[in-house]
């Protein structure tokens, strides 16, 4: 549920895990399960990972352009509105106009893919979450934790990451290494930080986070 320190758009994944028209990344937020997609113009697409026919998931089906095919029984649903265009079983048939995907605000900013679970478009996004990484950084990993998100909040300020709520991230350093972390609250006892930083990928700074993400995920767990 939200509280008020807690963000309505939340960092579901990094922009580029979703390719145009091509695949479906689950994802979570506040213990919602979502399907993430785009449509083949690039439009990110955040739905609930049901489909209203037969409640099967919608990541195991697949993108055909701007419409989401499930994997049962090959209903398609469009972009945008998550509106049953398609019964491939009965193709002279009018798709009924009350089946539609549940669909959930979705932009792109800062190299994250943002979901927000109480709007159906983006036009309410915050244009901060542009900031929240710094223009130029590179995606380093997202650790996982089996703890709740206001733990990890807690755990990255004891460590040494400043919290700046306008932006939604923490930003400091990791073992020296410039660092943005952004906290997904994905259900009561999971979280998410998908950390980013200014050094390029292969770096020797690189892998210094990569090393200092596995001990925060270890500090983080032990002291919950
Ligand atoms: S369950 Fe998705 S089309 Fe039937």
Redo the contacts with the bound molecule.
Sequence with gaps: MNTDDSPRWHPVAPSADLRPGANIVAGFAEGQELALWRSADGAAQAWENR??????R?TL?HVIEDRLA??????QYAAGNGQCVS?PAHPAMQAPRNVCAKVFGAVDAGGMLWVNLAAQDASAAMPSLVEAVPAGWHFCRTLTLRVGAQDVRNALARNGLTADAAKGAFQGELDGVKTAALVLDAQPQLTFIHLWTEAPPGSDAMKTLHTAARDLRSAIETQG
Excluded at 51 to 56: E, F, G, I, N
Aim: proline fraction near 7%; aromatic fraction near 20%.
């Design positions: 489909c209203p026919h037969r409640s099967v919608f089906g499930c994997a049962y029984h090959g209903w019964i």
